[in-house]
Structure formats: C-alpha cells, structure tokens
C-alpha cells in the first residue's frame, strides 16, 4: 500500500503488516465499529475501512493525524481520525475490534518526552509503559464479545502482557509471530540491552507477536488462554 508519509511520521514496517494480516485473519465484518491506537500513517486503519468497518484512528502525533486524513481521504474512505493520547479522544465508547501497534522498544527516554518518529518507539525501560495501559484500558472499551488486537516485541515478555489482560478479566492468546532482524534503532541500543539482560549477548534479532483477547465468555474462565502462554 503506497502512503503519504512526511518526515516524522513513522513508516509502516514488518509490525504493521503483521497486525494488518491478524486483522484480515480475525473476519471482522463489515458495520464494525474499530478503534487504531497510534496509527501512524494509517496503514491498519485504512485496511480496515476497505471492509467497510466504521473506523476511528488515533494517534497523539498531529503530522500522523494530518497523514492519516490525507492517506484516507485520497482512498475516499470515511475515516474518523483523532488526536490525543491513547484511549482520551474515544472516552466513553466502545468499539467491536481495537487494534494497537504501540511503541515497544526499550529505552532510557520518558516516552511523554519523545519528539518527532521518535514517539513511534520510545516505551520506557522495559518497553512497557504504553503496552501495560493498554491492558488496562482496552475492556473498558470493548463490547462485550469484541476483539483486541496488539503487536509488540517478544523481548517486552510477551507472558507478561497475557497475563495483564487476563488479569483485566480478558481470554488472551498469542494468534501471530514473526522473526525479524533489527532495524536502526535495536542494532543502536544491542549492547546496552545485553548489559542489562534484556538481550543475549550478539543477538541481531526479535520476534515480533501479534496477541489476541477478548472478554472472557461466562462459564469458559481462562482455559484457553492459559493453555495458549
């Protein structure tokens, strides 16, 4: 899919096209409400408003959102696009499927502090500080048989994100995963991550995961989920 994409908005990559593939996987039908986090140039959410999906998309950057209009606009699909953090634009609404592609690469950089694509990646010192409000937030805003859809690095420890959602009274598995080398930003910070255990010394590589959840249905508990860390 070819993008408008000014600089400092952050390039669909290998973790875009892995939640865009779990979105086509997951069926979702046409009339769903979906709700994108961080949409960047809106890759995913223009995706799913090629369904037919009723789509809002947010991101806090406003050259992503001024990108995202532009890319859906040019399509000639009615997207809502918003600007703000995470979950505040949408407060109050619930949404059939959310998908979110938050940043996740660990670092020394407060994440409300990143400027420019930077904003893109920046998620704190173990890459979880947007992953874990997610988790917190996402079934306050889910309907009761909707879906979320996250990706992010194994190395943010993938048990810890399932584990979050489920303690949020949500069934979640891992639906996707791809090997992927480093790109520019890993291969800067490989040997400070190895130092602090994150990494294995040498590693050039991660697998990016695409989890899955939803509200736990009545009766089932956490079978399936357990079953899938």
């Not at 961080?38 to 223009?46: H, K, L």
């Not at 992953?131 to 859809?149: E, K, N, Q, V, Y």
Request: proline letters at 8%; charged letters at 20%; a positive charge.
């Amino acid at each position: 899919m070819m993008l408008l994409r000014p600089p400092g908005v952050y390039r669909p990559q290998s973790d875009t096209h892995l939640l865009t593939s779990a979105l086509r996987a997951a069926a979702v039908p046409p009339g769903a409400r979906v709700l994108e986090l961080g949409t960047g140039a809106g890759a995913v959410a223009i995706s799913a408003a090629r369904k037919g999906c009723e789509v809002v998309a947010v991101d806090v950057s406003p050259w992503a959102v001024l990108t995202a209009r532009m890319n859906a606009r040019v399509r000639g699909l009615p997207m809502r696009v918003l600007r703000g953090d995470l979950f505040a634009p949408v407060a109050g609404e619930r949404f059939d499927v959310i998908l979110a592609n938050p940043p996740y690469v660990p670092g020394d950089v407060d994440p409300a502090a990143a400027r420019g694509r930077a904003r893109a990646w920046e998620a704190g010192p173990e890459g979880r500080i947007l992953l874990d409000r997610i988790c917190r937030a996402a079934p306050r805003h889910l309907t009761p048989s909707g879906t979320l859809l996250m990706v992010h690095s194994a190395l943010n420890g993938v048990a810890a994100t399932l584990v979050a959602l489920r303690r949020e009274g949500m069934d979640a598995s891992v639906v996707a995963r791809h090997r992927e080398p480093f790109g520019p930003v890993m291969r800067g910070r490989a040997e400070s991550l190895a130092a602090r255990g994150l990494l294995d010394p040498g590693q050039a590589h991660e697998d990016l995961v695409v989890v899955r959840a939803g509200h736990v249905a009545e009766g089932r508990g956490h079978e399936r989920g357990s079953r899938a860390a």
